[in-house]
């Protein structure tokens, strides 16, 4: 309590450990208190937490790739050519989509079978049914409040021994009274292990060991506060990781729309704690009022020293790619005037990236190399040896050079 310095806290401390207490019901009643701030003309602020409940709390949840509504049953003679041989695919693809076509290559038999099937059950294009579901999720923000979020970050170096103090001092004030209230409520519920409901907050089953040899063993009690600085440090590291490769990412995105709707994330480092002053406060304040008043925030993403911490651009690039309209300007099959596919057919490849990929290939540069050699060498009339290396597609990891 002392540690709030009077701030209110909403949606805290009001659930029993009896309850079930789960995303939706944290989502509404989150909801409700960041209306009720709102009304008031204040700013709410929402701090740490799990994140996938912050992510619920932040985000429209979108479902791109749902499903499909059926308008009618597939004929016999539909069903004929998705049973049919593979290669038979594509060609039946190319005559009702020929858009879609260009983005699947010829033996990719199980994308090509699906984009069929979606056409024979609702009589539309598939490239219209992805152009119509790419631009809604283009032309929307997924975030659903202009949001600004700040990361307190510290190296791990220093952020370990952090949580461990952080965990003695739990542990110090109060927290074995609280976690006995649990074992009786665990007791009482019948509850045969922790691996559902609140039972598996880290600082309870820790201690089931020590709760259950009647508190008995000085031993067990040291044990389970090891266990549980383990736990927090993984579950500390889960958190890093998913706000560099999620929630980093998914904001990073708002850029198309030049963060009108907010959605910047910015670093503030708190690894040396001599420093909190001018690195957490000072340039935490500085960046709010900054949001508060909408005007444009003139502080760096990133101090520089930490500005590969935040998704590159390199990384965004390869996230993006194929899944906006950029990407289906990509749709288009390139051919090789040299390589042979297992078919003996000219090697295709989908996208002119996948076809420049290709042509600097050692795959490529191998037959280019034995067609020279044929060519010089004394049987000028033969045919070129045919590769056996599998096809391009989609999925392939063409990063052969
Ligand atoms: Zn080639």
Redesign the pocket.
């Known amino acids: 309590m002392e540690e709030r310095q009077g701030v209110t806290h909403h949606v805290m401390d009001h659930v029993d450990w009896t309850d079930t207490y789960d995303m939706q019901r944290f989502a509404r009643e989150a909801q409700t208190a960041i209306d009720d701030i709102l009304r008031r003309g204040k700013v709410p602020i929402i701090i740490g937490g799990t994140h996938y409940y912050l992510q619920n709390l932040l985000f429209h949840n979108k479902t791109v790739g749902a499903e499909v509504k059926r308008t009618r049953p597939i004929t016999e003679a539909e069903r004929a050519i998705l049973d049919g041989p593979g290669d038979q695919l594509w060609p039946a693809l190319q005559q009702v989509d020929p858009v879609i076509a260009e983005k699947f290559h010829p033996q990719d038999h199980r994308k090509l079978r699906r984009a069929l099937e979606i056409y024979y059950e609702t009589g539309a294009a598939p490239s219209q049914l992805y152009r119509d579901q790419k631009l809604e999720e283009l032309e929307q923000s997924s975030l659903k409040f202009n949001s600004l979020l700040f990361w307190v970050y510290s190296d791990r170096e220093v952020l370990v021994p952090r949580l461990d103090a952080r965990v003695d001092k739990m542990m110090a004030s109060g927290a074995r009274d609280e976690i006995r209230e649990m074992y009786q409520v665990y007791q009482q519920s019948g509850a045969s292990d922790c691996t559902s409901g609140v039972w598996q907050v880290i600082g309870f089953k820790e201690f089931l060991p020590w709760l259950e040899s009647g508190e008995a063993s000085g031993d067990a009690w040291a044990e389970g506060i090891e266990r549980m600085k383990s736990r927090t440090r993984q579950y500390a590291k889960y958190q890093v990781k998913w706000i560099k490769r999620l929630l980093g990412v998914e904001l990073q995105k708002e850029a198309r729309f030049n963060w009108v709707n907010g959605g910047k994330m910015y670093l503030l480092d708190a690894t040396d704690l001599s420093q909190w002053s001018t690195r957490v406060r000072d340039r935490g304040v500085a960046i709010a009022s900054e949001f508060i008043a909408r005007s444009p925030i003139t502080e760096p993403q990133a101090p520089p020293h930490l500005e590969h911490i935040l998704p590159s651009e390199e990384y965004l690039a390869t996230i993006t790619s194929g899944k906006t309209l950029e990407g289906a300007r990509q749709w288009k099959h390139f051919q090789?005037d040299?390589?042979k596919d297992s078919h003996g057919n000219p090697?295709v490849s989908v996208g002119e990236e996948q076809h420049r990929l290709?042509?600097k290939s050692r795959?490529?540069r191998s037959?280019k190399h034995k067609l020279e050699k044929q060519r010089l060498g004394q049987r000028p009339y033969a045919a070129p040896k045919r590769t056996n290396s599998k096809l391009l597609t989609d999925d392939d990891d063409v990063n052969e050079t």
């Open positions: 090789c040299i390589c090697l290709h042509m795959r490529h037959t």
